[in-house]
């Protein structure tokens, strides 16, 4: 009696319910959000060492018709937990291919990538792959132009079947990135059976790189890595020249973060393109 007490004590605590009724909410209002077509993207810039933007990362935003843009942070995870990052996250790759597509025929933008986060649950799910092409069939966007970033926990389970989904893309010329790098768990050896394009450092190892031995230590560290497995590695979350200037010292080939853009929606993106070129 004493432990069913407790539980109804723990039941009915009032903090707890309004959790519950959020998220119930927040559930039913994220479903609600996709078929009426309340995402949207923003593009934060990728800079090359030498100044040139060679991609922008895809992010999504939920513009909610009370509360403005929700921010991604506030409900990827959710969308991980109730399955919905399965049909969003082919909203958001179609709506990258479709943007790709119209740039490939502007030649002021025909060299720009854009990269598309895609979740494990995502990458896993038994129709990605098909699913992908046929989304670059129809909308002619040129694959090569596509990058996928992963984390780390996309990868860990299954190997063969997580290299044979990469293969199958990679071979129409789809490029990988493994981002958050350096927060997981995977091994060396692991890392070096993965067709991967580039490897992007962590903004939690960026922000105090400067003050922080050990922060220092892991940038280095990621820096020579990639450079030995032949991989591109781009720094995220910089956010002044003088993080800048010292991930440069390491050999770091490309850079993200406030310093640059914060992600923009597409006219401002376009806006902010145009300006560079002017420079
Ligand atoms: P992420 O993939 O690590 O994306 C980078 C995040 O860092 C973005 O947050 C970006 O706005 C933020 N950021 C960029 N530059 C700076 C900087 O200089 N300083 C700081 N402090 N932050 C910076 P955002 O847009 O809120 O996205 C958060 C996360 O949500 C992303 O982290 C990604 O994991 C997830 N996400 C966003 N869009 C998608 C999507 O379409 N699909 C999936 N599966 N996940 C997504
Ligand atoms: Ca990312
Ligand atoms: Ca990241
Ligand atoms: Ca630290």
Redesign the pocket.
Known sequence: AKMAGRNAVRFFNPQMQAEVSRRAEMDAGLWLALEREQFV??Y?PQVLADGRVVAV?????WQHPERGIV???EF?ALA?ENGL?VP??RW?LEAACMQLARWASDPSRADIAIA????AR?FRHERFVDELADILERTGAPPSRLEI?L?ESSLLADVESVIARMDALKERGVRFSL??FGTGYSSLAYLKRLPLDQLKI??GFV?DILVDPNDAAIAKMVIVLAESLGLQVLA????TDAQRVFLAGQGCDAY????FS??LPLEALEAYLGMRRLR
Do not use: F, W
């Not at 990362?57 to 935003?61: D, G, N, Q, S």
């Not at 995220?236 to 956010?239: K, L």
């Open positions: 993207l923003h934060q990362e895809a992010l999504v935003r921010p991604p942070t990827i991980e990052i969003l996250g958001v598309v986060n895609v979740s995502q970033e984390t981002d958050d962590d903004k922000r995220e979350g910089v956010e993200q973060g406030y310093l914060r992600p």
